[in-house]
């Protein structure tokens, strides 16, 4: 089956504790990225990478990294946690390197820093 | 600067009646024009995508339709399955760029 998997699902942290949240797709997509969802605020792009080894930033990358060492894999890492960074997670991937084709969504990490 | 806009917030419709979500956008290069459903607690899923001015898609009671400034989707006979959030979102510059959403309730 076609699919993005992330993990944790849930998470609650410390505040300056560092996590990884996993994501992995399974359709060779070229392009992959990260979400933050907050009431009112929508979807806003944190990172995204248009292949292995190229990422960039995207509207609010503070207090995050990324890397893309290998095409199926986009993991985020928060270095040290806060709590403005309690938020819903979305990791996508898309088949072109543009992404001007439909996006898979994962199925999120809702995730709580205190 | 780049911008997605979507009204009304939220939508309260009786089953069976027709009404239209608006996404207005300014973005400089327009890739694409996409639709997403979006149900509590889960990821966004995919709907629709359209490119050009003039180009309408249909899917079971949806219909989206695609101007230079605008793009609507049409509901038409909701029933309550169909309550979730609509996201529209536009690719522009190696970026995709949501709207906040419609939260479209279908009463019984």
């Known amino acids: 089956e076609a699919q993005v998997t992330q993990n944790p699902r849930y998470l609650i942290t410390v505040t300056g504790k560092k996590l990884t949240v996993t994501c992995s797709q399974n359709m060779n997509h070229e392009y992959m990225s990260w979400y933050r969802q907050d009431p009112g605020l929508g979807l806003r792009q944190i990172y995204y990478s248009m292949n292995v080894e190229v990422t960039d930033k995207g509207d609010v990358p503070e207090g995050y990294k990324v890397s893309r060492k290998e095409k199926r894999n986009f993991p985020l890492i928060l270095e040290s946690p806060s709590p403005n960074q309690t938020s819903l997670y979305f990791c996508?991937?898309?088949?072109?390197?543009?992404?001007?084709?439909?996006?898979?969504f994962g199925q999120g990490t809702r995730l709580t820093v205190v | 600067e780049d911008q997605v806009t979507q009204s009304p917030e939220a939508l309260r419709l009786q089953e069976g009646e027709s009404s239209s979500l608006n996404c207005s956008y300014t973005?400089?290069?327009?890739?694409?024009l996409f639709w997403y459903r979006q149900d509590p607690g889960k990821g966004p899923e995919f709907l629709f995508t359209l490119y050009s001015a003039g180009e309408e898609k249909e899917k079971e009671r949806l219909k989206a339709t695609l101007t230079k400034k605008e793009s609507f989707l049409h509901i038409t006979a909701p029933k309550p399955e169909d309550s979730a959030t609509y996201l529209c979102?536009?690719?522009?510059?190696?970026?995709?760029?949501f709207g906040t959403g419609t939260l479209l309730a279908v009463q019984p």
């Open positions: 973005v400089s290069g327009l890739r694409g």
């Open positions: 979102a536009v690719s522009a510059t190696n970026k995709l760029i």
């Open positions: 996508a991937s898309s088949f072109n390197a543009q992404p001007n084709t439909e996006a898979f």
